[in-house]
């Protein structure tokens, strides 16, 4: 196995699981801290998370594709996050998401994240953001933008360095 878990982060997962009345509890938060550090959670990850919390593989994987914010693939740099929920979707959602599509050279009809050859940008839908009032609403990475047009997208895009 070529996945390797620097010691730093084993002992942030150490520590984690102490938290917990069982090691099973503590599988998302593991998760997440895997993720943290690797961007995602390849099969590797997924089997050693299992053997840490001594579990079958099953076990994790069923998480890992349950919960969406779960990656099961590289993501680009920045991951932007277009609300295709009905406020948005009747706010240009979908012709936003195109937009960008479009402008990255992705494939806007195909299912899934997209993301860019240089691994700089993924595109997907997400479903409500919460801010139902503002469409249509997006996020590149941990930042929220509301009442996006065409023009905001590309300035968006544009500072994306
Ligand atoms: S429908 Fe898009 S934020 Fe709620």
Not at 96 to 108: N, P, Q, S, T
């Amino acid at each position: 196995m070529s996945f390797t878990v620097p010691a730093n982060l084993e002992a942030e997962i150490d520590k984690l699981i102490t938290h917990y009345p069982v090691k099973r509890a503590a599988s998302l938060m593991v998760l997440h801290a895997i993720q943290e550090h690797f961007g995602w959670i390849s099969q590797e990850a997924v089997e050693w998370t299992a053997k840490k919390l001594e579990l079958q593989p099953i076990n994790v994987y069923e998480l890992v594709t349950f919960y969406p914010m779960l990656r099961q693939q590289p993501m680009g740099k920045y991951q932007i996050k277009v609300c295709r929920t009905l406020s948005c979707a009747l706010g240009g959602a979908y012709e936003l998401h195109k937009h960008f599509c479009e402008k990255l050279g992705l494939d806007a009809h195909a299912h899934g994240p997209q993301t860019t050859k240089d691994g700089k940008f993924t595109v997907e839908f997400v479903e409500c953001l919460a801010s139902c009032g503002t469409a249509p609403v997006m996020m590149v990475n941990d930042d929220f933008h509301e009442a996006v047009s065409h023009a905001k997208a590309d300035e968006i895009v544009g500072r994306c360095k």
